[in-house]
């Protein structure tokens, strides 16, 4: 897909991944950006971005998205939450609820919503934010990774299904970024910035997949060692 001339709608765009996708996309050519925020004041006005209210877990807010956004060619569903614990913890359950809600059914909820969308306005594209934990779960983010893995296999299924009317459906991973979201976490952080334009380097190119940072590349690569990734290492 090329960005030149498109229109977008990035969830999450207030801060971090978000808002370098709407720099971004705009940087590269795009005509209008739908900045999408439960608090739509919270955007940053620039020109060419037209800020929405959407919380991505509320029906009617998604449906009035698709209402007001007719002409999107570009979904990308970066809006979503982090926990640090285990599985073990006396909340996880709770906590695991408030993932996959945000994580997975927003996703989910916004992919259905706006394929008809594409489908009318020839196909685009529907870039989806996944991570590394979603082939990886150490415990650290424990329901966090489940709902990323639950929403790998969402675009996987996508994938499949959108090929019909022609949109090209992205995901990508990666490991940790240096946003609010992971502040409290040490380990090496690679800019949102250069994730961005890896994304949308790999959108333009017609890749399924964009594997973001090294980090990452070498855990897809160990998925099929003789002791995979995302099995303890001794």
């Known amino acids: 897909m ?16 978000g808002l370098a ?4 996309l705009l940087a590269r050519g795009a005509r209008k950006v739908y900045a999408a925020a439960r608090d739509p004041a919270t955007v940053d006005a620039d020109p060419g971005v037209e800020a929405i209210r959407l919380d991505v877990t509320r029906p009617d807010e998604v449906a009035a998205a698709v209402a007001r956004a007719g002409d999107v060619t570009l979904l990308v569903n970066n809006a979503g939450v982090t926990h640090q614990g285990g599985f073990l913890a006396p909340d996880s359950e709770v906590i695991a609820w408030r993932m996959f809600e945000i994580n997975f059914f927003g996703m989910l909820r ?11 306005n020839g196909g685009g594209a529907l870039l ?4 590394i934990v979603s082939w990886i779960n150490g415990g650290q983010l424990a329901a ?20 019909p009317q022609k949109t090209q459906v992205l995901a990508l991973h990666m490991a940790y970024v ?15 910035t250069d994730i961005v334009r890896s994304a949308l380097d790999g959108l333009e190119a017609g ?20 002791r995979p990734s995302y099995l303890p290492q001794r």
């Open 2 to 17: 090329k960005i030149d001339n498109a229109v977008a709608l990035v969830t999450g765009a207030n801060r971090g991944i």
């Open 21 to 24: 996708f709407t720099r971004e």
């Open 110 to 120: 916004m992919s259905r919503a706006f394929a008809p969308v594409l489908a009318a």
């Open 128 to 131: 989806n934010v996944l991570s």
């Open 144 to 163: 966090y990774g489940a709902s990323k893995s639950a929403a790998w296999s969402l675009t996987n299924s996508l994938r499949h299904e959108l090929a």
């Open 178 to 192: 240096d946003t609010d979201m992971v502040r409290g976490i040490e380990g090496p952080k690679t800019s949102a």
């Open 207 to 226: 890749f399924d997949e964009v594997l973001a940072d090294e980090r990452t590349r070498i855990v897809k690569q160990g998925l099929t060692a003789p």
